[in-house]
Structures are given as C-alpha cells and as structure tokens.
T-cell receptor
Framework: GEDVEQSLFLSVREGDSSVINCTYT??????LYWYKQEPGAGLQLLTYIFSNMDMKQDQRLTVLLNKKDKHLSLRIADTQTGDSAIYFCAESGDNQGGKLIFGQGTELSVKP | DSGVTQTPKHLITATGQRVTLRCSPR?????VYWYQQSLDQGLQFLIQYYNGEERAKGNILERFSAQQFPDLHSELNLSSLELGDSALYFC??????????????FGSGTRLTVV
C-alpha cells in the first residue's frame, strides 16, 4: 500500500537552514504537500509541489522533488524559533481518490 | 481561522458512549474529509464525502459512521467508544474531489478523551 516516511526529529540553531526529508512509495502521486502543526493547533498548509516539477520556492521555503527516487524535501532558510513545530509530508494521487497519505511528522526544534 | 469549523473543541466521555463531531467546510468547498490523529497511529484517513455522497473510505471502524448534509456540513458519529478511540479528530475540506492546487484546508480539530 501507499507509505510516506519521515525522520522523527530535527534540531537546528536559529538562523541556520533546516532540511526535512520525506520518501514515498506511490508512483502515481500527483501532488505532494507540506503541512505544519503547532502544539494544540490544526494543520496549516505551507506549500505543495506538483509531480511534474523538480523545485518550488516560496519565500523562505524551498521544496525539492526527486520523482525517480520518490524523495521530497523541505528547506527552511534562516530558521526562526517560531518555526518550531511538527512538519508533515503528505501525498495525494490517482490511486488514493481524494485522500491524503501523511508521513509520521518531523518535530523541528529551533534553539536560540 | 482556516475557514473550516469543527465543534466541539474538546469532548470527554465514558466508554460505551456515543458522540457526534461536527464540521463545517470552508465556503465553496464540496469535499469533506475526516482524519484521526493519535500518538501511535499518526494521521489516519477515515472517510471522504463529496457533495453529499461518500467518495472514499479509509480504515474507518464499523462503530464509526459519517454523513454530509445538503448544506455540506458533515458529522462523524462514534459509538460504543473505547479507550483507544481517544484521539484528535480533524476535518478537512477541498473545493473538488481532490486537493489539487488548492490543497486541503484543515480545521483545528476535536480532542476526544474516552475515560
């Protein structure tokens, strides 16, 4: 079945770049999303990439997609303490109907 | 405010009871999705409705059911509750049958505690 994997924890210093990685198994994935969840809050859509793209940049966020290796990454430039949260990678594709398949989430800790 | 409204925010109930969670999608969105988030299972897709019709089903227990009404709000009914049903339940919406370029907009969730 479909599967999305992420590393569970990442710790960086304020001002550094953060890179959160994700791998997925479904080759029919059409859209890949990054969501952010702060403590006690819902899921906030950060950005997405369509499967025919290699890269997408949105202010401090850069998404890289390697479709051959089914690898997705989210780079946050100049990471701030306010970026501390759990980041979820999710995919949707032709094989899943409308549903999103989520990774386990990566907890990003930003130290001052 | 994401535009997706979930009520109640918190719910504490006893084992064996039945509860109803409510979701109002973002204005203009026709699809509603229900997800369960727990520490051991992560975010699990339960069910999707599109314009009143069931569209996709995930690992939803037989004790759980949902529906989407003509005004597009949705309710998730959980019955014969067990301790293991304690979780955060999210509703999401999208304009069409998939998120596409618009993505999926999530509500802030209902935290269910079964005691």
């Amino acid at each position: 079945g479909e599967d999305v994997e992420q590393s569970l924890f990442l710790s960086v210093r304020e001002g550094d770049s953060s890179v959160i990685n994700c791998t997925y198994t479904d080759s029919s994935s059409t859209y890949l999303y990054w969501y952010k969840q702060e403590p006690g809050a819902g899921l906030q859509l950060l950005t997405y990439i369509f499967s025919n793209m290699d890269m997408k940049q949105d202010q401090r966020l850069t998404v890289l997609l390697n479709k051959k290796d089914k690898h997705l990454s989210l780079r946050i430039a100049d990471t701030q303490t306010g970026d501390s949260a759990i980041y979820f990678c999710a995919e949707s594709g032709d094989n899943q109907g409308g549903k999103l398949i989520f990774g386990q989430g990566t907890e990003l800790s930003v130290k001052p | 405010d994401s535009g997706v409204t979930q009520t109640p925010k918190h719910l504490i109930t006893a084992t064996g009871q039945r509860v109803t969670l409510r979701c109002s999608p973002r204005s203009g969105d026709l699809s509603v999705y229900w997800y369960q988030q727990s520490l051991d299972q992560g975010l699990q897709f339960l069910i999707q409705y599109y314009n009143g019709e069931e569209r996709a089903k995930g690992n939803i227990l037989e004790r759980f059911s949902a529906q989407q009404f003509p005004d597009l709000h949705s309710e998730l009914n959980l019955s014969s509750l067990e301790l293991g049903d304690s979780a955060l339940y999210f509703c999401a919406s999208s304009p069409r049958t998939t998120g596409g370029d618009y993505g999926y907009t999530f509500g802030s969730g209902t935290r269910l505690t079964v005691v």
